[in-house]
T-cell receptor, first 119, second 108 residues
């Protein structure tokens, strides 16, 4: 058990709908990262939040957005869903950002993932 | 060309064999993760290393920063080691770049 929790485990929804995925980081971790794993693209970085602020964006579609709340949990919002959005969505957490200087803060711990199926 | 290359893509072994999975990357990095993903989908971080060598049980990870190469070794492999092993590198930004994974099957 990594200490990172994600809800829900599974989500089935229709095209055009909007869903929210939730992630709670390990106690004490300030960074939350979101990743998408689809069959054809593998694992891809979506977005990183540190202590409530967006720090880096990857291949995140404009239909997707995220935020990190004062209690450090994070939500990933996916809207106008398409069949191609079906994937596993992982979040991970770490102590801090790489700019902290200590290598140990780089280590990311992954949640169990949310499997999204768009029909 | 992918920024992170793993080899082999698929690997089968008999129980007890010594296994090596390789990872090469093309730019300077802050650190490198080895991850394990079981058929159920969950991802477990096995190692994070930025230099040298780390060992945990039957698993050993090494990295050569100058050669931009890392290896994951499994000694005395067991069927429960069957999984996908993923190398991921952390650049000077805040994101992991993932290799395509190595699918390992260990037969009794």
């Amino acid at each position: 058990d990594s200490g990172v929790t994600q809800t829900p485990k599974h989500l089935i929804t229709a095209t055009g709908q909007r869903v929210t995925l939730r992630c709670s980081p390990r106690s004490g971790d300030l960074s939350v990262y979101w990743y998408q794993q689809s069959l054809d693209q593998g694992l891809q970085f979506l977005i990183h939040y540190y202590n409530g602020e967006e720090r880096a964006k990857g291949n995140i579609l404009e239909r997707f957005s995220a935020q990190q709340f004062p209690d450090l949990h994070s939500e990933l919002n996916l809207s106008s869903l398409e069949l191609g959005d079906s994937a596993l969505y992982f979040c991970a957490s770490s102590v801090g950002t790489p700019m902290s200087g200590r290598a140990s803060v780089y280590e990311q711990y992954f949640g169990p993932g949310t499997r999204l199926t768009v029909t | 060309k992918n920024e992170v290359e793993q080899s082999p893509q698929n690997l089968t072994a008999q129980e007890g064999e010594f296994i090596t999975i390789n990872c090469s990357y093309s730019v300077g990095i802050s650190a490198l993760h080895w991850l394990q993903q079981h058929p159920g989908g969950g991802i477990v971080s096995l190692f994070m290393l930025s230099s040298g060598k780390k060992k945990h049980g039957r698993l050993i990870a090494t990295i050569n920063i100058q050669e931009k190469h890392s290896s994951l070794h499994i000694t005395a492999s067991h069927p429960r080691d069957s999984a996908v092993y993923i190398c991921a590198v952390l650049y000077n930004t805040d994101k992991l770049i993932f290799g395509t994974g190595t699918r390992l099957q260990v037969f009794p």
